[in-house]
C-alpha cells in the first residue's frame, strides 16, 4: 500500500503472524531518565525513535550523540514544546528549522526524518514538515504515562498495542523513570509473545 507522505503515520506494515511494535520516546533527551532508557534498549538490541525537543537538545547534546551512535531513530518536537494549532505556516517552519539547526549541532548529519506535533495538535504543519523532508509521526496507541500511573499499569498498557503499532511513550517532560522500568519490563514480556521491535523506514 502507497501511503501520502503527509499522512500522519499510525502503524507500520507487518507480516502476518510476524507482529512489530515501534517504540517512540518524547520530549527529551531529559538526563537521567534517557541515559537510563538507551541502557535498557542497547541491552535488549531494540532500536526506538525519539521525537527531540530543540531547548533540550542544547542543554543535552551529549545524549543526542549517545542517541544517534546507538541507531536510533530521530523526530523533531518542536523547539520549546509549544502548541501549534494556531500557527501560520511561517511560524512553524522557522520553529522546525531552528528546531533541525541545533539536532544538527549536537549531532553532525544525522536525518532527521519524522515530526511530531507537540500534543498532537497538527493544525497547519504537516505540510510545513514535509516540505522540510518529515514525515509526520502520529501513534497507534498513547500508554499515558505523562501521568505516571504506576510500573504496572503502565506495562498493562501497553497491551493495546496492535500489530505494527506505533506506541507513544515519554522519556523527557518529567521524572520517567516508570517509563524506563516498564519498557524494561516489557520487551522481554513482548518478545516472548512474539513480537519483534523495529523502526520505520
Ligand atoms: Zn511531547
Known sequence: MVTDPGDVLETVECAPGAPSVVLTFDDGPHPPDTDTLLDVLAHEQVRAVFCLVGEQVVAHPDVVRRIVDQGHVLGNHSFHHHDMQEWAPDQVREDLQRTLEVIDGA????????????????????????????RPLGWQLAVGDWDPPGVGELVNGMTGVAPGGIVLLHDGGGDRSQTVEAVAALIPRLRADGWTFAVPG
Open 107 to 134: 549531532a553532525p548529519g544525522a536525518p532527521v526524518p519524522y515530526f511530531r506535533a507537540p500534543f498532537g495538535h497538527w493544525g497547519r504543519a504537516i505540510p510545513v514538515a514535509t516540505g522540510l523532508g518529515m
